[in-house]
């Protein structure tokens, strides 16, 4: 392929020396010059390249989802989806319609639904699912995913019973097992991942951290994404995470630049809307109920220590205060240890933090992976769940940036759009886009330097990578997004608004919105 050469732009490097420039060219698969037009037109192969001439448009590295469940995203063409529903009888009436399109033995996985937006207030059960007499296993899931409720058919294929029908973190397992097992091939293949992956471009992504939790009905096959590499039209890179350490002996980061081990996950609780993540305090609006913790202390100590010296990162799940808690009190016992990664554990979520948690993070210094999408979702239930004392504490981005601690940005999708610049507007503003304006929490907004970083810089840096990846620089890998607008040129509010022209991974075209960029090759 021709280099290409690109003039005229507003180019975000992600460079503190120099955050910005007005042109790039890219040889191979790295940026080969950066900086003003008349610096790199200097470039002898500027010469014979591809030119793309801008008119003040924003460039952006390409972006990397930090949390994301990539295959639980590909399969939305196979689920029900309950999103938006506004009733109980609105979202089994979606389980109807499909049953009426399906033979009658298929499963009917119905996902995303929020019984905090129900006249009900109350999730569905066993009893409810049946009432709709359907021939088909039928099993439904929150939006936050740590909840399923399953009807009798199902629970019969998985051979077990529950009369409430209500399932709580990994006690779903053996009815996602056997979804899978009856499902193979029509809920996910090669073909809708590089659909999923293909959105996930048009969006300026190159890069997704997925997590693949097989025992939240959420695994991914590592293979299909071979697959799809092997026949050159993989478009984004693939690190990838698994909630159970490998069986053969290989460290994190294991693989190549388009698809690596990550590491190990693990999950301590369940989310606030499901009332399964863990308090230190009842609940505000469930008195007598504190959520869960998923394991005993020394089980987590044991497999952080059996990660930790096989040279594996853990991702670890902490949502409620009791869980970060737990937590913070197992990595005291890595302190001052040396380990061959810079960051041997990420903190996900880390949402109802307290006074004191910021003090230990300061000192401990894990990475922590946060959404800011979810604190903008999350801001009418999150205060019923908390109180207002503790929902003052919780979310705090920017209290978290301010201890120096290293923030990767993400979208956690499907729970949230994978858009990741709705997840800029949120971190930059914090504001519902229903036209409302609501907005919660302000003081914890971030800049706009900061938020790009979340999605940038910060993803390659917590895997090693920072040095290769992550920001617009000769020498680096040429992942970027062009967009339709400079971001530093126009209002906050407007962020959410901004789209892409095309995106390139690897020095390759993987989106294209207009067409008009194809003759490149």
Partial sequence: MKPVLV????????????????????????????????????HP???????????????????????????????????????????????????????ASVEP?????????????????RKPSQADVDALELPNPVLLRRVCAHVHV???????????FRESGVFLESEVQPLTDAMARESQG???????????????ASWGTTCVHTCSAGSYGLEEDLSLYQELFERGSLPIRIVSYHDSLPNYRFRSGYGDDWIRFGGFKLFLDGSLGGRSAALTEDYADLPGHRGQLNLEDAELAAFLEEAFCRGIQVQVHAIGDAAIDQALDAFEAFAGRKSPLEFPFRLNHVIST???????????RPAC???????VSDMDMA????????????????????????LLGSSDGPVDTANLWISVDAAVNRRKLDGSGQTWKEEERLSLDSALRLFTVNPWRVIGLGKQFGRIAPGMAADFCILDRDPFAIPAEDLHQVTVAGTFAGGRLTWDRAGNLGQME
């Avoid at 307290?354 to 401990?364: G, P, S, T």
């Avoid at 003052?392 to 209290?399: E, N, P």
Wanted: proline share 3%.
């Fill in 369 to 375: 992976d946060i959404q800011p999408i979810q604190a």
């Fill in 7 to 42: 003039t005229g732009a507003r180019i975000w490097t992600g460079n503190e020396p120099r955050p910005f420039a007005e042109s790039l060219l890219v040889v191979g698969s790295r940026f080969a010059a950066v900086g003003s037009e008349e610096e790199v037109l200097a």
């Fill in 150 to 160: 399953a009807g009798s058919r199902a629970m019969e294929r998985a051979r077990l």
């Fill in 383 to 406: 205060p019923l769940r908390l109180g207002l004392e503790r929902s003052r504490g919780a979310y705090a981005w920017k209290t978290l940036e301010n201890l120096g601690l290293l």
């Fill in 45 to 99: 192969r500027s010469k014979d390249a591809f030119r793309i001439e801008l008119a003040g448009e924003g460039i952006v590295p390409g972006f990397t989802d930090a949390h994301i469940h990539l295959a639980g995203l590909a399969r939305q063409h196979w689920e029900v989806s309950l999103e938006g529903s506004r009733s109980l009888e609105e979202a089994l009436g979606r389980v109807r319609e499909r049953a």
């Fill in 105 to 121: 033995l298929d499963w009917i996985y119905a996902v995303g639904f929020d019984e905090t937006w129900w006249p009900e207030k």
């Fill in 354 to 364: 307290r006074q004191d948690h910021f003090e230990r993070l300061a000192r401990l």
């Fill in 186 to 200: 029509k809920a996910l293949s090669a073909e809708t991942l590089l659909q999923a992956c293909r959105k996930l």
